[in-house]
């Protein structure tokens, strides 16, 4: 669906830009059918002498931070550095076609909304695993200049990235807490005052909207947000970190196949992953580089100094200022890098995504026992060792004992 500004914004229309209807049915087909950081094993004789298949890297992804480690891995050579072979990687514009290409495998590591996870390995029975988190945080709710709080958000559309994401999840408590009602209408529907109607926006598509003033807002990963603040078209209104501490948005997902046959392929996967990581937290400037379309790989088309406001800038005193950050005293970076998948992340993800308002067959998710889910989703074997090889819990900021409480504040 086009309007006069020519911004393509889907509801539940069969348009392809984020997981529609007619996505669902085509997955679920096809799922029938010199680094500054440790190098893990880095001039080991083990690193020297594997061989494994030679099945390379195949990275898809999208131009967005949470890509950050598989990028930053492939740009400095670090898959290398553990004896793999790598292809470029593939970049892709929505989520749908990055999940469509790794479950027919023309890739085979991605990164992917955490809640989407578990509708490809439960919802349509593909049999992939999580690894690895990608990053923590990471993403924002951006709105009109003229919106100063989410109840102004009520008779408004708001643009989310993908129905199975965390900012869908995120944004519904935000909305519920202010007692507005989620709904999932047509774009030009009259929507009553207490209702906010939630549609599927491709995130390069968002900043274009939100200043034809097509949508009064969105929530999605960085650095989308940053590029509405330097722009001038919007400012952001609550960050994602701000809502569930150190949240979890893209983790690391692999082939079950791959784990099974291929372990020792797995573990230098993410041994590489895990070391991008670590280099990338002290590196961010660096990092923002590597990323920019300046960078040598052009990873991505956003330029240095959006990427730098997201991955360099620490100081919330600004944002504080304006009442942005409600819960200054968690002392977050914008986005961060770490990479154990807590299992209490999972359980307490699975609770919340079966009461959050998503398109298609959702029955699946009835079914779903959290700590069934945490112990059958994540297979954290190979990013244990990758952690202890790389200095530790303590060199990501994480607990020895890598246990944690989920702290979930509106």
Same mark, same amino acid.
């Given at each position: ?12 229309? =069969? ?7 007619? =996505? ?6 096809? @799922?029938?059918?010199?680094? @500054? ?16 298949? =030679? ?90 200049? =003229? ?59 968002? !900043? ?201 504040? !509106?």
């Amino acid at each position: 669906m086009n309007n006069k500004d020519n911004i393509h914004i889907c509801a539940s229309s =069969d348009c392809g830009c984020g997981m529609t209807r007619r =996505d669902f049915l085509r997955m679920s087909t096809l @799922a029938t059918a010199s680094a @500054a950081a440790p190098l893990l094993f880095a001039g080991d004789a083990r690193a020297q002498a594997f061989k494994g298949d =030679d099945q390379p890297v195949k990275i898809g992804y999208l131009p967005i931070t949470d890509a950050a480690p598989l990028l930053v891995a492939h740009g400095r050579k670090l898959f290398e550095a553990q004896g793999l072979k790598t292809e470029a990687p593939r970049l892709f514009r929505s989520w749908a076609q990055i999940v469509e290409a790794f479950v027919s495998g023309q890739v085979n590591v991605i990164h992917l909304l955490s809640p989407a996870t578990l509708w490809v390995r439960y919802g349509s029975k593909f049999p992939a695993k999580v690894v690895a988190w990608n990053h923590v945080n990471g993403s924002g709710l951006t709105v009109l200049n =003229d919106i100063n709080s989410v109840a102004d958000l009520g008779g408004k559309t708001v643009a989310i990235p993908f129905w199975y994401s965390i900012h869908n999840i995120l944004l519904q408590k935000l909305l519920a807490a202010n007692k507005l009602t989620v709904v999932t209408k047509g774009r030009n529907a009259e929507l009553k005052k207490n209702e906010v109607n939630l549609v599927v926006l491709a995130p390069s598509e968002m !900043v274009s909207a939100l200043a034809a003033k097509s949508i009064a807002g969105y929530i999605v990963a960085e650095p989308f947000n940053a590029l509405a603040e330097t722009a001038g078209v919007g400012k952001i209104l609550r960050f994602s970190g701000d809502v569930w501490k150190n949240h979890a948005c893209c983790v690391t997902f692999l082939a079950e196949r791959d784990l099974a046959e291929k372990p020792e392929w797995s573990q230098r996967v993410t041994n590489a992953i895990v070391n991008a990581q670590l280099w990338s937290r002290s590196n961010q400037v660096e990092t923002a580089k590597l990323l920019s379309s300046s960078g040598s790989n052009r990873y991505t088309p956003h330029q240095l100094q959006p990427l730098t406001k997201v991955l360099a800038v620490t100081d919330y005193t600004e944002y504080q200022k304006r009442g942005i950050v409600a819960h200054p005293a968690w002392q977050q970076r914008r986005i961060d890098f770490q990479p154990y998948p807590f299992p209490s992340y999972t359980e307490e993800l699975v609770r919340a995504l079966a009461q959050t308002k998503v398109e298609g067959d959702t029955k699946f998710l009835a079914g779903l026992d959290p700590k069934f889910v945490a112990r059958d989703l994540v297979d954290d074997r190979f990013v244990r060792k990758s952690i202890a090889a790389a200095g530790g819990p303590a060199a990501f900021g994480l607990p020895a004992n890598l246990l944690r409480t989920e702290t979930v504040a !509106v």
